[in-house]
């Protein structure tokens, strides 16, 4: 907090002081440049954090300037003038949330699909502004905006646009910082794996995106002032691409890569573009550089000392709230269901009963359907008839966001952990999961959450005590607990493990199988495991499944199971 606060006032001292340093076309220029950067910020929010890319950034700048141009003009002297620009501002970020939500509800891909809605939406919007000339002034553009009142020249208003870049910088660095910041990261780097502690990663997506609305908001509601007109070339394609390069070249995963990015290719652009004819082809050269040879972009150079100075530290850990979901196991059943992959059918009338205390082990050969029975459960394979109910409600159509929030928890064969995460941020997203409110997630505080399951289990495995290790230096093995640890704290009622031991050393598949001992003791869990390995099933089944082609088999104790002649048949040559 003490390098935040220092280094944001250094900043704006900085912009305020640099007028002394400069002329009055520099002067302007920068003050145009810091727009820009404000506008920019967004893109490294939805870019550089959230994991997807807006190409039509300058939809929302032009919005903002429209909006404020029309204030100044018929509100200059009234005092509905600042909150008119403050909700012109807020505009464009309320629209981006909307396009957000309208984009990403049912879709959990964030690529393409997303960059070339927004860059339809983006040459919409020029063609509107350019033909609408009651309106906007077509081709011309609204011309005759005055200033802010009280502030002459560009020179003067110079100092708001300081203001304001300052403001949208500490703005974003403490959303960054906060719990949703972490959330945005989660969501670039494992969306699906996020769904499944409850989050709705639609709603996340839609969230960063109306903030980079408003950041782009902001800047175009200066624009407005600062100029004194505003043109359809503002809200099109050409200022959309130029955000994104800039963003690029300064670091789109950095807090300052986009105001970099700007201030260095603009006062370059400043000072070349008339001197050096293929300036724009130099551009685009630089542009192809920094993205081969720098992902990290300019600013990520000093990105080493940067991580030294912002070390975190938030004080003493503080109790979590409880999940508030009921403190018993859940009862789950699943009543003749069948499901298929095309023409494949995976599962056929199967009919599965979890009411029992203890262990279940679901078995069975290769193929059988047992992993499809947990994408069944948690919103990944449609159910074709029949039904699943967990506490008597029905629950065959809900996602596994629903599902986690139910109460129910899973482990992955493969661990599935956010690799560019601290250890920390990975347990915090599984303590966040059904428990953090909306005001939460912009608390930084809030990512000093621990609770007694999380305690015991660092006693357990100490290298979960180094949080600020980014998981994807962990090994195979350190992964597959972190993974297990991360579904445990969340707290399910249910929880689905498939292959806990998978790729683990003798010792981590003890440490494994002690913890799952545990929890069936001391947490209100009911716990399904899928294993191949009978030894682990001994030692942990207090019941089990033998399901093969996609029915149930046999079910019973362990040494019942055994003694099956069914189930001996079966595993014949499978060398189970």
């Known amino acids: 907090m003490a390098y935040s606060?220092?280094?944001?006032?250094?900043?704006?001292?900085?912009?305020?002081l640099l007028p002394l340093a400069v002329g009055d076309f520099w002067i302007f220029q920068f003050g145009l440049y810091f727009l820009y950067a404000i506008a920019a910020l967004g893109i490294g929010i939805c870019w550089g954090q959230a994991g997807f890319l807006p190409l039509g950034q300058a939809m929302f700048v032009g919005l903002g300037a429209y909006l404020g141009g029309f204030s100044l003009i018929h509100f200059g002297d009234s005092l509905l003038?600042?909150?008119?620009?403050?909700?012109?501002?807020?505009?464009?970020?309320?629209?981006?949330?909307?396009?957000?939500?309208?984009?990403?509800?049912?879709?959990?891909?964030?690529g393409p699909y997303f960059a070339l809605i927004t860059l339809a939406l983006s040459l919409l919007t020029f063609?509107?502004?350019?033909?609408?000339?009651?309106?906007?002034?077509?081709?011309?553009?609204?011309?005759?905006?005055?200033?802010?009142?009280?502030?002459?020249?560009?020179?003067?208003?110079?100092?708001?646009?300081?203001?304001?870049?300052?403001?949208?910088?500490?703005?974003?660095?403490?959303?960054?910082?906060?719990?949703?910041?972490?959330?945005?990261?989660?969501?670039?780097?494992?969306?699906?794996?996020?769904?499944?502690?409850?989050?709705d990663t639609a709603m996340l997506k839609a969230l960063a995106f109306g903030a980079s609305g408003v950041l782009a908001g902001i800047g175009g509601v200066l624009y407005a002032p600062q100029q004194g007109l505003v043109t359809p070339q503002l809200s099109g394609f050409l200022l959309s691409a130029e955000l994104v390069i800039w963003t690029a070249v300064g670091g789109r995963s950095r807090l300052f890569g986009p105001v970099t990015g700007v201030v260095l290719v603009g006062t370059l652009t400043a000072e070349l573009r008339d001197t050096v004819m293929v300036w724009e082809l130099l551009v685009a050269v630089l542009f192809l550089?920094?993205?081969?040879f720098l992902p990290n972009g300019v600013a990520g150079l000093a990105a080493p000392l940067t991580r030294l100075l912002e070390r975190r530290r938030y004080g003493a850990e503080v109790a979590a709230p409880p999940s508030g979901r009921p403190d018993v196991p859940i009862t789950l059943e699943i009543d003749n269901v069948s499901a298929?992959?095309?023409?494949?059918?995976?599962?056929?009338?199967?009919?599965?009963?979890?009411?029992?205390?203890?262990?279940?082990?679901?078995?069975?050969p290769n193929g059988a359907g047992k992993t499809s029975i947990f994408n069944m459960l948690t919103g990944d394979?449609?159910?074709?008839?029949?039904?699943?109910?967990?506490?008597?409600?029905?629950?065959?159509?809900?996602?596994?966001?629903?599902?986690?929030?139910?109460?129910?928890?899973?482990?992955?064969?493969i661990p599935s952990v956010f690799p560019d995460l601290s250890i920390s941020d990975n347990l915090n997203v599984a303590l966040w999961g059904g428990r953090a409110s909306i005001v939460d997630l912009l608390r930084p505080g809030r990512r000093r959450w621990s609770s007694p399951t999380l305690d015991t289990l660092r006693d357990r495995f100490p290298f979960l005590a180094d949080g600020n290790r980014p998981?994807?230096?962990?090994?195979?093995?350190?992964?597959?607990?972190l993974e297990l640890v991360m579904a445990l704290i969340a707290e399910p009622r249910l929880l689905l493990l498939d292959e806990p031991c998978a790729g683990l050393?003798?010792?981590?598949?003890?440490?494994?199988?002690?913890?799952?001992?545990w929890a069936r003791d001391n947490l209100p869990v009911r716990i399904v495991i899928i294993e191949h390995d009978m030894t682990l099933v001994r030692e942990l089944a207090d019941h089990v499944f033998v399901v093969h082609q996609g029915r149930l088999l046999a079910s019973g104790s362990v040494e019942e199971i055994q003694a099956d002649p069914l189930v001996r048949d079966v595993y014949v040559g499978v060398g189970a």
């Open 5 to 16: 606060l220092a280094s944001s006032g250094t900043l704006l001292a900085g912009l305020w």
């Open 81 to 110: 003038l600042y909150p008119l620009l403050l909700l012109s501002a807020i505009v464009p970020g309320l629209l981006a949330y909307l396009i957000g939500q309208a984009v990403f509800r049912g879709r959990t891909e964030s």
């Open 127 to 199: 063609q509107i502004a350019t033909n609408w000339k009651d309106l906007t002034g077509g081709f011309n553009g609204l011309m005759g905006i005055p200033s802010l009142p009280g502030f002459d020249d560009f020179g003067d208003i110079y100092y708001v646009i300081a203001l304001a870049l300052a403001l949208a910088i500490a703005a974003t660095r403490w959303l960054l910082r906060a719990p949703i910041g972490v959330l945005w990261r989660a969501v670039a780097q494992n969306e699906r794996r996020l769904s499944f502690f409850g989050y």
């Open 289 to 292: 550089a920094v993205v081969l």
């Open 340 to 364: 298929a992959a095309g023409e494949v059918k995976i599962l056929d009338d199967l009919s599965l009963t979890f009411d029992r205390p203890g262990i279940h082990c679901i078995i069975g």
């Open 381 to 413: 394979l449609a159910a074709q008839g029949g039904q699943v109910r967990v506490d008597d409600q029905r629950v065959e159509d809900r996602s596994a966001a629903r599902m986690a929030l139910m109460g129910v928890g899973r482990k992955f064969q």
């Open 471 to 481: 998981a994807r230096v962990l090994s195979h093995g350190q992964r597959q607990i």
């Open 505 to 517: 050393s003798a010792e981590e598949t003890r440490q494994v199988m002690a913890v799952v001992l």
